[in-house]
């Protein structure tokens, strides 16, 4: 699964919540071919909560 | 010409948004737009839904290396509609995408459709999510309670706008204000000190006031922060954010206009 897959399979999904994928998008979002996606859930305010996996939470 | 919409011979060009929340918010007839079209014009604010648009058009182009090119946003939406208009002359079924709605903040869209309109090519402009719908629903508001202005910040201070304080008000760019060219993380301070200013001319310096950015993936949720006026400018603003300012009052009903209305057992 890559990424575009992976958010339409999010968006597609009314409780967004798809556990058993968190780790793949993990690796593919701290990519350099992703770092556009990664820059975006990063945000200069620390206090912004964004509902990732902590992998990804940990790299943004 | 695969689209089914266009009901003659002529080249047609679809106005369409992507909305804001990546492919959440594109809507059934934006999507056929974007699958059925010759080519797919975009310029959108991420690269998922980028990968989108390139996965399901059978053609398409990005606008944004033109938009880079110039300096100023004017330039740039001259651009951008320069090339809509040409593309559309040679392309039977154009789509363009802009993120968001298609009219909401975006002038070169627009400008495009207007000249389009005179040169007998038809235009379908469809509409889309904006930022302003998705902060109606995220802070739970019904613009017809107290009636909604909405102006850009930058606009408001050089044109001396008014605001109306028994209506909501919503101020666009407040991240940008005096901003004329690319958005930039870097805030004019002189524009925010200027902005809480003009506020504080209709509001209390202690008001609370919403600094709000509509949540850009499926999964993730919109920033909210509250802070009064006087504190604008210690918080974060990014070129995403908008403000949202409740109704301070609201005005005792005409009891005249009431009684001309034949309501006086209503009020």
Redesign the interface.
């Known amino acids: 699964m890559d990424?575009?897959e992976y958010?339409?399979l999010?968006?597609n999904?009314i409780s967004?919540?798809i556990e058993k994928e968190d780790k793949a998008i993990s690796s593919l979002l701290v990519t350099n071919n992703?770092h556009?996606?990664r820059d975006?859930?990063k945000?200069?305010?620390t206090?912004?909560?964004?509902?990732?996996p902590d992998e990804v939470r940990v790299v943004c | 010409m695969r689209l089914g919409l266009s009901v003659n011979h002529k080249n047609t060009v679809y106005l369409i948004g992507s909305g804001i929340?990546?492919?959440?918010h594109l809507t059934v007839e934006a999507q056929a737009c974007i699958k059925q079209a010759d080519k797919v014009l975009y310029l959108v604010n991420?690269?998922?839904i980028e990968?989108?648009i390139v996965?399901y058009s059978n053609h398409c182009s990005s606008l944004e290396d033109l938009y880079f090119s110039a300096n100023e946003r004017s330039e740039k939406y001259q651009l951008i509609s320069d090339k809509i208009v040409s593309d559309s002359l040679s392309t039977k079924a154009l789509t363009v995408v802009f993120y968001g709605h298609p009219t909401v903040f975006a002038e070169p869209g627009l400008k495009a459709i207007k000249v389009l309109d005179d040169l007998n090519v038809n235009t379908v402009v469809l509409p889309a999510i904006s930022a302003e719908d998705c902060l109606f629903a995220d802070l739970r508001i019904d613009p017809g309670e107290n009636g909604c202005y909405s102006v850009e910040a930058s606009d408001l201070l050089i044109y001396d706008k008014n605001l109306i304080k028994d209506s909501d008000c919503i101020i666009w760019q407040v991240g940008s204000v005096g901003n004329i060219q690319s958005p930039t993380?870097e805030v004019n301070n002189i524009g925010i000190n200027l902005l809480i200013a003009k506020l504080e001319e209709y509001y209390p310096k202690e008001y609370i006031v919403y600094i709000y950015e509509a949540a850009?993936?499926?999964?993730?949720?919109a920033?909210i922060?509250k802070c009064k006026i006087k504190e604008l400018g210690d918080?974060?603003l990014?070129p995403l954010s908008t403000l949202y300012i409740p109704a301070i009052k609201r005005n005792p009903p005409n009891l005249e206009i009431i009684r001309k209305l034949g309501l006086q057992d209503k009020f």
């Open positions: 990424a575009l958010f339409e999010l968006a999904n967004q919540n992703n556009l996606i975006n859930l945000h200069p305010n206090s912004r909560e964004y509902h990732f | 929340k990546s492919i959440s991420e690269p998922i990968q989108w996965k993380y850009m993936y499926p999964s993730t949720t920033y922060q918080n974060t990014t």
